[in-house]
């Protein structure tokens, strides 16, 4: 491709719209424009990095034996109705409406379709196992669209569904897919970590990983043992229960309700009772769908956090929203900030973290306005409360390796990858059955794993630039040879130029020529700014003697290299530089 005639909408200027380094790099360096909230066109050199990865992603995924299917963008209603997704999915999901009144929603997610497939098709156990994927646009409506690809409303992504008999077979296919993962990732050039995740609305209990791209800007945090293989996303993460040692209560004194105005926070009765964060429970009151405990109240240290996931998880429910005010004054009999275990006004559910039971003569609130408990020791104070202990909070850097009991380091990362074992939860709502080898009908085991396309080249920008712009990495860059002549007007540099990127072209290297008549400053900084791999730079100064400059663009390292010996000088680069495993 030559430069001149290439579409390369290059910005001098960081565009307000940007926030994220991964953002900002891609509408300068023309990767990418926006059209909407969350929803982009990909321009010619962004849709090269795209059709890379998905062609990385296309032959992991066909290596392990997956079959491509592409489906379509828009759902019958009735089939998310059949699975109770259409309810829960919630605004994200995009519904329309045909003229004939029939309502559909844009696939944020295949799941239904493809169950519906295997469900039409699927009757033997000789046509099990299976391993469906496609790579497909998919449509959330996020209600902030930010961060570029990172959180858009349209976008790519590849979705992989296994079908098996059982848990077994379905364990197979899952590792199957954890190792495809593996080698797409690392074919990619990027540095991840693979961690335990919350499947989400996606569903299934089976098991759920999360690959995650490092990344100081990363989106979420990762826990991860140095001691071990574990990892899992700080939502996610087990933290162990600690061993309460026995207590002389005979020591201790006796609670006793206090007065404490305007205390409504931990750090508000901290100052006042001269009591730090970790002498405190933390009462948060949250209301639920479910009828038998539609009113939660979950108990955590005051200097740990409520982590909503494990609750919801806890409950089995789908919705678990803070409670309303009118709601807390209800079953506490006090304003909001004074709620705790001890003296409720109605009968609901409570939860306590293991580790609330470590507090020894700290402080409650004491549903009663302007008042809290002090003295207290839930080892001695709530044993007689209907209490559930359950692990409920966010675990953090610092706590204790739930496997091996080493430290937890934490970082930051970006998902770009994610794989679930769903079981059977969809086959069962939308019968998707096998007869075995008996004759009896058995419900198909199925596993769902998704790659995000969009997410992956954002995230390979994020973990990869610098000051002067996007450092890809050679498997998924663009180009891999970008040729630059100081000045195209200059007739040797011309020719020499264009006998390089002849050469290298018939040699199936991808290869620009930087044939502008423009200063070498802006080629310099253009070719910096889209990040490809190798400049070669033909200068009068290098060209008297027989040579032309290579300069890589990761390290900045350069070197003189003989005119005839480039071709094999820059296959031998990108052999060194394409990851085979």
Known sequence: MRLSKMFLPTLREIPTEAETISHKLMLRAGLVRRTAAGVYSYLPMGYRVIRKIEQIVREEMNRQGGQEFLLPVLNPAELWQQTGRWDVYGDELFRLCDRQGRNYCLGP???EIITTIAHNEINSYRQLPQLWYQIQTKFRDEIRPRFGLMRAREFIMKDLYSFDRDEA????????????????FTRAGLTFRVVEADPGAIGGKGGSHEFMVMADNGEAEILYCD????????????????????????????????????CRTIEDVGLYLHHTADKAVKSVIYETEKEEYPVVLVLVRGDHQVNEIKVKNLLDCLYLSLAREEVVNQVTGADVGYAGPIGLKEKIKIIADPWVYDIIDGECGGNKTDHHWIHITPLRDFKNLDIEVADVRMAAKGEPCPRCGKTLNSARGIEVGHIFKLGTKYSESLHAIYTDEDGKEKTIAMGCYGIGIGRTMAAAIEQNYDQNGIIWPAPIAPYHVIITPISIKEPEQKQIAEEIYTRLGKAGVEVILDDRDERPGVKFKDADLIGIPLRITVSPKYLAVNKVEFKVRKTGEACLVDIDRVVDEINAFIEANMIKI
């Open 227 to 262: 001691g071990c293989e574990y990892g899992a996303n700080v939502e996610k993460a087990v933290i162990l229960p600690t061993k309460h040692e026995d207590i002389d209560f005979r020591q201790l004194a006796e609670r006793e309700l206090v007065y404490t105005p305007n």
């Open 169 to 184: 077979g379905l364990h197979e296919s899952y590792m199957k897919m954890h190792e495809g993962y593996t080698r797409a």
């Open 109 to 111: 997610t295949h799941e």
